[in-house]
Antibody, heavy 118, light 109 residues
Framework: EVQLVESGGGLVQPGGSLRLSCAAS????????MSWVRQAPGKGLEWVSV???????YYADSVKGRFTISRDNSKNTLYLQMNSLRAEDTAVYYC????????????WGQGTLVTVSS | SYVLTQPPSVSVAPGQTARITCGGN??????VHWYQQKPGQAPVLVVY???DRPSGIPERFSGSNSGNTATLTISRVEAGDEADYYC????????????FGGGTKLTVL
């Protein structure tokens, strides 16, 4: 059974950093496209970042230069390092899988809440 | 950057057909995917590649895509279909990025 479990969310001050984790089971992270998608309170979905099976990474303009997506193949885990956090980064962050070569997100985690506030 | 436009809300009576549109420049040339999200839950894929359904999704959910508009159609709407629906495409024209529509709240009257 495919499962994605996010962790690492919490309250952080503006300008601070946080690292989110997404532990996967039932499939191999490095063989798929893995994305982070966020949802601000009461708002819609916003795509944040993707890492392809080959290792290429891409980001939304809103986070480029501040966020870094990565994976640990030995732990079958996806990460999102978030630096220079702003109030507008406050959101539930979901990790999601797209099968290799496809661009629809067929499995999602339950999400982790990040709150940026002083 | 590529923009997807959805109506904020659609209302339909039980048993009727709901149609949720997703507009984008020449969207017919792209693969469109649809997600259902109920309050407090993660999104669920309900239609992919314009008109295919993942296993476990009822046949009542269908999709089409042509020209500048993609459409999610829900036949014989049930109370349990009340949710937010989002369309999504992959924009690889200039950079590789996912694009979501703003979402449509489906209300079952």
């Amino acid at each position: 059974e495919v499962q994605l479990v996010e962790s690492g969310g919490g309250l952080v001050q503006p300008g601070g950093s946080l690292r989110l984790s997404c532990a996967a089971s039932g499939f191999t992270v490095s063989s798929n496209y893995m994305s982070w998608v966020r949802q601000a309170p009461g708002k819609g979905l916003e795509w944040v970042s993707v890492i392809y099976s080959g290792g290429s990474t891409y980001y939304a303009d809103s986070v480029k230069g501040r966020f870094t997506i990565s994976r640990d193949n030995s732990k079958n885990t996806l990460y999102l390092q978030m630096n220079s956090l702003r109030a507008e980064d406050t959101a539930v962050y979901y990790c999601a899988r797209a099968a290799d070569g496809y661009n629809y997100l067929d499995y999602w985690g339950q999400g982790t809440l990040v709150t940026v506030s002083s | 950057s590529y923009v997807l436009t959805q109506p904020p809300s659609v209302s339909v009576a039980p048993g009727q057909t709901a149609r949720i549109t997703c507009g984008g420049n020449n969207i017919g040339s792209k693969s469109v995917h649809w997600y259902q999200q109920k309050p407090g839950q993660a999104p669920v894929l309900v239609v992919y590649d314009d008109s295919d359904r993942p296993s476990g999704i009822p046949e009542r959910f269908s999709g089409s895509n042509s020209g500048n508009t993609a459409t999610l159609t829900i036949s014989r709407v049930e109370a349990g279909d009340e949710a937010d629906y989002y369309c999504q495409v992959w924009d690889s024209s200039s950079d590789h990025r996912g694009v979501f529509g703003g979402g449509t709240k489906l209300t079952v009257l």
